[in-house]
């Protein structure tokens, strides 16, 4: 069976730090796309962070130079290391990767359709 866990969500104050971990199971995370995602409560769930299979990265606009993602393949394991947190960070975090194919996404890397094994969420929340 393949799965993800999403762990290391919590709650901190605005110009904080957390960093989130995903351990996939059942699978291999080289050569794979992957990605975190994130989903506050009334909107739409949306690409935060992306490292490719060719481990090229992407940010979304609002998390560059805050954000970094990072992983170990040897670990099977995910990071979203976050910094200089604000209020809207907080969310529901998801980490995704594409199971079906070892494949470059490219431009579509932070589009939760290319994406086909998703991880359960952690919460993460940020007051000021």
């Known amino acids: 069976q393949v799965q993800l866990d999403e762990s290391g969500g919590g709650s901190v104050q605005a110009g904080g730090s957390l960093r989130l971990s995903c351990a996939a199971s059942?699978?291999?995370?080289?050569?794979?796309?992957l990605g975190w995602f994130r989903q506050a409560p009334g909107k739409e769930r949306w690409g935060v962070a992306s490292?490719?299979?060719?481990?090229?990265?992407r940010f979304a606009d609002s998390v560059k130079g805050r954000f970094t993602i990072t992983k170990v393949n040897a670990k099977n394991t995910l990071y979203l290391q976050m910094n200089s947190m604000k209020p809207e960070d907080t969310a529901v975090y998801y980490c995704?990767?594409?199971?079906?194919?070892?494949?470059?996404?490219?431009?579509?890397?932070?589009?939760?359709?290319?994406?086909?094994?998703w991880g359960q969420g952690t919460q993460v929340t940020v007051s000021s």
């Open positions: 995704a990767a594409v199971y079906s194919v070892r494949s470059r996404l490219g431009a579509s890397a932070l589009t939760p359709s290319q994406y086909d094994t």
């Open positions: 059942g699978f291999s995370y080289s050569g794979r796309p």
């Open positions: 490292i490719d299979s060719d481990g090229s990265t």
